[in-house]
């Protein structure tokens, strides 16, 4: 059985004495009797498959309804040019999670991270980090590892499903996923992956899953870019050593309870929020001849 | 959920129940019948009526249908090859009752006549679940080797069915039954850690009172 909680997972590290990566790995193995060198080709396989899609992005591309495309590349392109407000990192990170979240929206090929709706919110942290820090693809691997073991948690405890928890489900648990998946990356301990993890959820508690005609597109793709400069302001907090006040099991909890309470119309049927504005709901009756 | 079903799949987007989860559909649909498919009726109920168009359902159910997994980049041409291959096929609604909001009904011929009927739900992340055969009520994912057996509600086949698998050291996950009348038509789904090989399913086939025989494996 995988681990229902940080607090669980964070125990087997300690008793182990492995580093947190590989209690998850070993994990895994057990979990679908698997060998260990398969389980980690198959995490090495999905980082190369988030680096093929960041590569087959096309800035021509627009999704079938007409709603998204072309952004990722105007970010990059304005990127490029140095002058942005964020430094080089974080400007790398917005255009990717654009492009990733487009290329989502085109029917291109993405690795869902943990859902396709989420899918830039891993890749947008990781690209730009392998790319400044010339890191290899073992390390990426080892925190893809830290990312899906949180991620599996919360899965467990609460919901990684925008149509039962809302958008905090998707976009929340991308985002503390890839906060713990950074602190990893640069060595920070296990306890502040978790941290990470916690503070990553506190801050997108809440968010709702409002998606104009029900497609995966606006707001989608744009909460990408909030997961992973969320994700990343939450690493370097942990790794500053500034703690989550809420242990990370009791929020993943609220995280529950909260989309628990969510009306229907705020998880994934397109009816409230950005999708029912006279905007949202414009482009709706203009798509489906609906609402 | 495993590891890899919160990391992964690779799949096509844009959504993984609208989707991947509809190529699923289509491609246990297409193994279940046996062989390829040469018309096909496909009705959308709930979410999938309602959002599927924008989504590429329609074209992730055909892909599925042609043999496509949910990562292969030709889901969104689909409906070109379709037609290249002969495939004949039309969409529409249906209203279903004490379903999953994103299902489908698929109705399917095949090249030398055979045909089936498949109702199956999207449940999210692209996992599926097959819930009626030609009527009768079933549910399991595709997720494993599965067997399927139509035969005549008497007694005998299930001995005949396990005994066949024990002979090849197929270990069975999980097994349910069903039937539509007591003495009449009868479905056996059985789920397997091993995959099964070929001989024994055709013999299998042979035997009386047995009328249909079709092995699932999405990995093959
Ligand atoms: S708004 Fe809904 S569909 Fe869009 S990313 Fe968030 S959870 Fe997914």
Known sequence: MAFVSVKQLLAAVEEQGLPLWEVILNEDVKDRGVVREDSFRQMNALWAAMKSASEGYSAAARSKSGLVGGDGEKMRRYALTGNGIAGAYLSGVIAEALRMGESNACMKRIVAAPTAGSCGVLPAVLIPFARANKTGDREITSALFVAAGFGQIIASRASISGAEGGCQAEIGSASAMAAAALVCLKNGTPEMSACACSMALMNLLGLVCDPVAGLVEIPCVKRNVIGAVNAISCADMALAGIGSAIPPDEVIDSMRSVGDMMPACLRETGTGGLAATPTGAAAAKKIHGIL | ?220
């Open chain 2, 1 to 220: 959920m495993n590891l890899f079903d919160i990391m992964g799949p690779i799949m096509v987007g844009p959504s993984s129940s609208h989707t991947a989860g509809a190529v699923r559909i289509g491609l246990v649909t297409r193994k279940l019948l046996g062989e390829p498919v040469a018309e096909a009726e496909m009705l959308l109920h709930g979410s999938f009526a309602a959002t599927g168009e924008g989504h590429g359902t329609d074209r992730a159910l055909v892909a599925g249908l042609l043999g496509m997994k949910p990562d292969d980049e030709r889901i969104p041409s689909s409906f070109a090859i379709a037609e290249e291959e002969g495939m004949k096929f039309h969409s529409g609604t249906v209203t279903l009752r004490n379903v999953h909001p994103n299902t489908a009904m698929l109705r399917v011929k095949g090249k030398s006549g055979k045909d089936l009927e498949v109702v199956a739900s999207s449940l999210g992340g692209g996992r599926i679940r097959i819930c009626r055969i030609d009527g009768i009520e079933t549910n399991f994912s595709g997720d494993c080797p599965t067997l399927v057996v139509h035969n005549l509600d008497r007694p005998g086949h299930v001995a005949q069915v396990t005994t066949l698998l024990y002979q090849y050291s197929v270990n069975i996950a999980a097994m349910q039954l069903y039937r539509n009348v007591r003495g009449g038509y009868a479905v056996m789904v059985l789920e397997c850690d091993q995959p099964i090989p070929a001989e024994p399913l055709a013999s299998l086939e042979k035997e009386d009172g047995i009328i249909k025989v079709t092995y699932l494996n999405l990995d093959e």
